[in-house]
Nanobody, 127 residues
Framework: QVQLVESGGGSVQAGGSLRLSCAAS????????MGWFRQAPGKEREGVAA??????????SYAASVKGRFTISRDDAENTLYLQMNSLKPEDTAMYYC??????????????????WGQGTQVTVSS
């Protein structure tokens, strides 16, 4: 199965930027639906952004709370998924996970539709 490793998390002040990366191994992700999710302490895991496989149109989906601030992208040649996060807010503080699905995902921002997960990278935004 595909293995996913996130990186790029850290601590920033409100208004700052971070770029998360998710490196995949064992399988090429070109045919996979990919997503970024986050989970804050005491809260449920929520979808942040998702991107369809090129064969599925390569379109993107974003949670309303991050639309216009976050950008998901993929480099299938590098087998890597990215999340560019700008204008960060304290409420963006969470553990961020990337996820993958080898089949069509009906609801791209729903965590249960993805069987493969990375271990997460922490993002902390201070006010």
């Amino acid at each position: 199965q595909v293995q996913l490793v996130e990186s790029g998390g850290g601590s920033v002040q409100a208004g700052g930027s971070l770029r998360l990366s998710c490196a995949a191994s064992r399988y090429r992700i070109g045919a996979y639906y990919m997503g970024w999710f986050r989970q804050a302490p005491g809260k449920e895991r929520e979808g942040v952004a998702a991107i369809r496989a090129a064969g599925g149109g390569g379109s993107t989906s974003y949670a309303a709370s991050v639309k216009g601030r976050f950008t998901i992208s993929r480099d299938d040649a590098e087998n890597t998924l990215y999340l560019q996060m700008n204008s960060l807010k304290p409420e963006d503080t969470a553990m961020y996970y990337c996820a993958a699905s080898g089949v069509v995902v009906a609801a791209p921002l729903v965590p249960t539709d993805y069987p493969y997960w990375g271990q997460g990278t922490q993002v902390t935004v201070s006010s």
